[in-house]
């Protein structure tokens, strides 16, 4: 009886915790695009749900993403679904460029691939039960998240141009004399081997989401036999990262050595030394820059990307280790090398994935405290090093020999503590909790014990 008046007080499905988790993250993401679309829209131009909604129908300015996306949404389908997906895909983009050779209009591809990533999830409502349902709207939800995540973050992006006409440039390259310049070094070294080096730093660049979709396809490999996704992958880390990271931009915007330094910048650049001249060390300030070029240097998120890639790859087999190192190291110096950032938005960046990434797993897998105490520390040194930036640059570019270890010291003992709870975290640093043991055969359930 006792069992059965439990049974009879269980809630139902919809108001399970985990499922009002979900429920309650769909609805701040989609007040959150709500939110973007309103002040894109005040700027004259359509925000992410405008320009989506517009590629179900007209032609698509990011093709490649989309089939991404539907690669991704792929991952809870049979081998059989599979074909039969992108064989949709493939034929509805056919009649959209034929018809759009017949009209005139702009060539374009990907409407076949978001129509099949929308139709996944209807059929998911529609035909679909159970976990069968669920494992269906998690595929399709996850390729609809890439797409947007993309276009959120071009909003992002304009919405940082428009509303910081000042960047703080000078007091971030005052601080980077505590690194020796390194965007001035690695620049240099870059321009003395081009168009070798070049040519390969921008393939490795530019084919760093190519990398991560091919490490998340990898993690999600088993997800159609298994009918569940793992507890954490890559794209989560990915997504969240693009997400938050767009934030700092508003409070500390920056647009790099090779626009407010070097020859990119035009008229807006406080003068053109990039790589050839350290910039001076002089009393920093703020200065007024153009509408267009993005505030999005602090922290480098392409650093923190490919330290997250680095991080998930160290799961995998040798040659998936080798790649993530490789893409790590390439990112870094053509981040550096191509004036992109300066060396201390690369430290910032490095601490902001780590944090990320610890407060991803711990959602996974449960909060303990060598979660919390990891979130924790990189949240407040992530805060040190914008604010030393901002308050302090003209004590660490005077005494470099000091505050150059320190800001390393800081982040390595990020990375350590990361390393420590990741260990914590591993297969084997608890046993196994033991099987429950057996009754026999209509055996009443064991009594509790007398109090």
Not at 19 to 35: E, K, S
Not at 74 to 81: A, E, F, G, S, Y
Not at 133 to 155: E, M, N, Y
Not at 390 to 416: D, E, Q
Request: hydrophobic share 50%; with cysteine; aromatic share 10%.
């Amino acid at each position: 009886m006792p069992h059965q008046r439990g049974a009879e007080t269980r809630p139902p499905a919809w108001r399970q915790p985990r499922i009002l988790l979900w429920i309650a993250a769909g609805l701040v993401t989609l007040g959150f695009h709500i939110a973007l679309e309103l002040v894109a829209r005040r700027y004259g131009q359509p925000g992410p749900i405008t320009v989506e909604a517009q590629e179900v129908i007209f032609a698509p300015h990011s093709g490649p993403l989309l089939y991404g996306g539907l690669a991704l949404t792929m991952v809870v389908l049979t081998w059989r679904q599979r074909l039969i997906a992108l064989c949709t895909a493939v034929g509805v983009d056919i009649v959209f460029v034929l018809v759009r050779l017949i009209v005139g209009a702009e060539l374009s591809f990907g409407n076949g691939a978001l129509w099949v990533i929308l139709g996944v999830a209807v059929l998911a409502l529609v035909r679909r039960t159970g976990r069968e349902r669920a494992v269906l709207l998690k595929g399709s939800g996850l390729g609809l998240l890439l797409v947007f995540g993309h276009k959120t973050g071009d909003t992002w992006l304009l919405i940082t141009s428009r509303t910081r006409p000042t960047v703080l440039d000078q007091y971030v390259a005052t601080a980077d004399h505590a690194l020796a310049n390194p965007s001035w070094l690695v620049g240099r070294l870059v321009e003395a081997t081009s168009p070798i080096s070049s040519g390969f730093l921008h393939l490795v660049y530019g084919q760093l989401p190519l990398a991560a979709a091919l490490v998340g396809l990898y993690q999600l490999r088993h997800v159609a036999a298994e009918r569940r996704f793992p507890t954490h992958h890559l794209v989560r880390t990915f997504l969240a990262i693009g997400l938050l990271g767009p934030a700092i931009y508003m409070i500390f915007p920056v647009v790099g050595p090779l626009y407010a330094f070097g020859p990119d910048g035009g008229h807006w650049a406080v003068t053109n030394i990039w790589p050839d001249t350290f910039p001076a060390i002089g009393v920093p300030h703020a200065f007024p820059f153009d509408e267009i070029t993005p505030r999005n240097c602090m922290p480098s998120l392409h650093t923190a990307w490919a330290v997250s890639l680095f991080i998930h790859t160290r799961e995998g087999s040798r040659a998936m280790r080798w790649a993530g190192t490789f893409w790590l190291v390439g990112t870094l110096t053509a981040t550096l090398g191509f004036g992109y950032h300066y060396g201390v938005d690369l430290l910032a960046g490095t601490v902001f994935a780590l944090s990320i990434e610890a407060a991803m797993r711990a959602f996974a897998r449960g909060w303990d405290h060598h979660a919390t105490l990891t979130v924790s520390y990189g949240t407040v040194v992530f805060t040190l090093l914008l604010v030393s930036y901002r308050y302090l640059p003209t004590h660490m570019a005077a005494h470099p020999w000091a505050f150059g270890p320190l800001l390393l010291l800081l982040t390595g003992s990020v990375v350590l503590l990361y390393v420590r709870t990741a260990r914590q975290w591993g297969p084997h640093a608890a046993p196994p909790p033991p099987p429950p043991r057996p009754t026999k055969a209509g055996s009443a359930d064991p009594q509790p014990e007398p109090a």
